[in-house]
């Protein structure tokens, strides 16, 4: 009776998480760790890229169809970020201890088990599409949802230059080859009118060399890219207005402020805390002065 209901529990076990994954678009993991997947990883497209405060994924292509892999960041990571950025650059050793550190970090992360794998499911342009880009121009196919990345040259035949773009549409790299030469090109670059230069063919490069980002749905949907300086901005736009009352003469007490914005900014506690020493070194005008000329 034991044995039927343990095997009835781990049926609704396995049950309840082949749900879960097919609930969020996910597969069961493809491989086993980080460094299993990264040996699968194409050379010279999208391999890895971490995150530290979530997670460490790897794309992968199987039989046509790409997949990210996806592995979550744990303490012990944490850790061995913390001793690299613990060491001391003015050492005489700093760039043995940083290699060694680097070193550690990246055999480590080899060892992340991987959670889970997803497939990418949007489509590429098909060959038709691709060849109705050919004759527009780049400021053309930018106003149609492509995203320029790298340019530059690249060998063709019979030691011709080739001027090749690479574009983004959707989760989708293109490499793009202009009608133009080295000369042209250049004369483009200087005079910024890259954006009149005509397609002349278009390639499918692969998943973009971002994909390892959760922010490239496997879907094909992109979310914008956060901006790792708002909440800087948000402090430095809240000290300006405290600033501009303390120079008013209004009655303000700065440390009251700046405890609050330490509650809503804790990640900036110490820049919080250096601007409280400003003010009470040059004053509400001297400071004011200060916030002026940082938010210029």
Not at 167 to 183: K, Q, S
Not at 229 to 253: N, P, R, Y
Request: net charge negative.
């Amino acid at each position: 009776m034991k044995k039927l209901i343990m095997w009835v529990m781990t049926v609704v076990m396995l049950l309840t998480m082949h749900g879960a994954l097919a609930e969020e678009g996910r597969l069961a993991p493809l491989y086993a760790t980080v460094g299993e997947a990264l040996e699968d990883a194409s050379e010279g497209r999208v391999v890895a890229g971490g995150v530290p405060e979530e997670y460490y994924a790897v794309v992968t292509q199987k039989d046509g169809q790409y997949y990210r892999s996806v592995a979550v960041w744990d303490e012990k990571l944490d850790e061995l970020n913390e001793a690299l950025e613990s060491l001391d650059y003015e050492a005489e050793d700093f760039f043995e201890k940083h290699d060694a550190a680097m070193q550690a970090i990246d055999d480590y992360m080899k060892t992340l088990p991987i959670a889970y794998s997803e497939l990418f499911t949007a489509q590429p342009l098909t060959d038709e599409e691709m060849a109705s880009m050919c004759g527009k121009t780049l400021s053309q196919l930018t106003e149609e949802g492509f995203e320029i990345g790298s340019n530059g040259t690249e060998p063709g035949e019979d030691d011709e230059i080739i001027i090749a773009y690479s574009l983004r549409y959707g989760v989708y790299d293109y490499t793009c080859e202009v009608d133009a030469d080295f000369d042209q090109y250049m004369a483009a670059q200087e005079n910024g009118t890259e954006g009149d230069l005509a397609v002349k063919s278009m390639t499918l490069a692969g998943i973009t060399e971002w994909g390892f980002e959760k922010r490239f749905h496997t879907d094909g949907t992109v979310d914008e890219p956060t901006d790792p300086f708002a909440e800087f901005s948000e402090i430095l736009t809240e000290m300006a207005a405290f600033a501009e009352k303390a120079q008013d003469g209004e009655e303000i007490d700065m440390e009251g402020f700046a405890d609050t914005l330490k509650e809503k900014y804790p990640d900036y506690a110490d820049m919080i805390d250096m601007y409280v020493t400003m003010y009470q070194t040059y004053g509400a005008e001297g400071f004011a002065s200060m916030m002026d000329n940082s938010a210029e």
